[in-house]
């Protein structure tokens, strides 16, 4: 049996070369085979995840894709020795094996090569906590004069630099110790190119306080797509407050910008920001069991390990992609807190969701439904071990039905089931839920009730209605 010539391997390569010709790709490691700069005169450009380098690494990734199904089709025609076979068919099964070796040298090659073309998915941008400081001599003061000045970034407008233990009068908080930071003032702007997967959602995610004013705010963007989420609103004791905001990419290659919409009387005042990364996230998919998407709340932004107290997710206003995959949060200015089971007493897997803004701020989700058909909507409620004492509570509503849950902390974790069955009334319905006020901690911060393990089953359909003769 002779492999069709269409679905032979070589044939297509000529075609790979020629749609990879001058396109980019992702470089997080050097080649340990062939340096690049010796196949491309080009110098290769510094972007998030790796450099931009010759398309010689993206056909080692298309070949080495195409080679696995190669040796795929080569198990489906020549499956097993038959005594059958013709001496021809034993032929070309005998030159197939013998070429096998080749094929699995150049995939063992290919494999080692491989993990240079994988981009970064999660974590720091290239000198995203700031630790690489600026020349001296591109510095006046701490105010960064140079618009390449810090590694990585490009910068425009008033932009100061503040390393560990430094501490300007005007300044209402220190830094974290061992941090560095930059400083946003009057129409500053920070921006770095990150080299990404089209159509791919991402989430970016940065620590900052305000510095000296009350209504700070920053526009993220990046291209065509922008949010201004406030930095007015603090939820730690600290002043710092991890902020996360969602993108589509449009493009291979895009620029993230972070910019300080504020104009002061004295030019240095704006936000602090003191790291930035990025995580890639995935379409969350319904699963057995569940007809919620991330109804555990185990995908979400990226959360930085050294920092205990969570991260915003802003309101859909705000960003139409939402880093909390799945889910939607409905409110003016006010978030919900994305928290881990590292920091926080989780009642179910890793991640969770704080509701700490009362009832100026619901979490949906809109779900298909069959109109009649009756369904059973669970989840839990509970702390996060934060400190969080009192009467906590969680309102859901469904369809014509609501249910209010009560939850007395003590602020040590714990977590309680709660059940609300509905009758659907649409062909979508609308999942909500909210905190039933707004709560404080000792220090004077806003909290509220854990909730995690979201379930939607289907209970039973409406009963067959019988013709009266």
């Known amino acids: 049996m002779r492999m069709p010539r269409e679905h032979t391997l070589w044939n297509r390569v000529p075609g790979y070369l020629h749609r990879l010709k001058n396109e980019r790709c992702p470089l997080s490691l050097s080649s340990p085979l062939v340096p690049s700069r010796r196949i491309s005169r080009r110098p290769a450009r510094q972007v998030a995840g790796g450099l931009i380098c010759p398309a010689w690494l993206r056909l080692v990734d298309q070949l080495r894709a195409l080679l696995i199904s190669h040796m795929a089709r080569i198990a489906v025609y020549y499956p097993t020795p038959n005594p059958q076979y013709s001496s021809r068919g034993v032929s070309e099964r005998s030159t197939m094996a013998n070429s096998m070796p080749c094929v699995a040298l150049f995939l063992l090659l290919v494999g080692v090569a491989a993990p240079a073309v994988l981009a970064v998915t999660e ?17 006046k003061g701490v105010v960064v004069t140079g618009r390449n000045a810090i590694p990585s970034w490009e910068i425009s407008g008033f932009v100061e630099y503040i390393e560990p233990g430094h ?3 005007d300044m209402i908080l220190t830094l974290p110790e061992g941090a560095s930071a930059v400083r946003l003032g009057n129409d500053a702007t920070i921006r770095q190119l990150i080299n990404v997967t089209r159509k791919t959602y991402y989430s970016i995610t940065f620590v900052a306080a305000r510095s000296c004013a009350q209504a700070e705010k920053l526009n993220v963007s990046v291209d065509p797509e922008f949010g201004v989420l406030p930095i007015q609103t603090v939820y ?31 030019p240095a005042c704006g936000p602090l920001i003191i790291a930035v990364a990025i995580k890639t996230l995935y379409p969350p998919y319904r699963t057995k069991g569940n007809m919620l998407r991330n109804g555990d709340f185990e995908q979400g932004p990226y959360i930085f390990p050294d920092t205990p107290w969570g991260v915003l997710v802003p309101p859909i206003l705000e960003d139409v992609h939402s880093p909390l995959p799945g889910w939607n949060i409905m409110s003016d200015t006010k978030v919900v807190k994305y928290v881990d089971a590292p920091h926080h007493k989780v009642p179910h897997g890793e991640r ?8 100026e701020c619901a979490l949906l989700q809109e779900v298909p439904t069959v109109a009649g058909w009756s369904y059973r909507l669970s989840f839990l409620v509970g ?18 039905e609501s249910l209010k849950v009560p939850y007395e902390s003590l602020g040590t974790g714990g977590s309680k089931p709660a059940v609300l ?31 995690d393990d979201v379930k939607l089953v289907g ?5 067959p209605r019988r013709l009266r003769l």
């Not at 449009?250 to 910008?257: A, C, G, K, M």
């Not at 209970?459 to 009963?463: E, I, L």
Request: hydrophobic share 40%; aromatic share 8%.
């Open 167 to 169: 501490k300007e009068e």
């Open 123 to 139: 974590g720091l941008l290239p000198n995203g906590d700031f630790a690489q400081r600026p020349d001296k001599s591109q510095m």
């Open 236 to 266: 730690t004791s600290t002043g710092w407050d991890s902020y996360s905001w969602a993108f589509k990419a449009r493009h291979t290659t895009v620029t993230l910008s972070i910019h300080n919409t504020g104009v002061e009387e004295d």
């Open 459 to 463: 209970v039973r359909k409406p009963a």
């Open 352 to 359: 969770a969701v704080e509701l700490v803004a009362g009832r």
């Open 421 to 451: 069955e509905f009758t659907a009334i649409a062909n979508t319905t609308r999942v909500v839920f909210q905190s039933s006020d707004h709560l404080l901690k000792s220090d004077a911060t806003l909290c509220g009730p854990v909730l």
């Open 383 to 400: 702390d996060a071990a934060n400190g969080c004492v009192g009467s906590l509570a969680v309102e859901a509503y469904a369809a014509r």
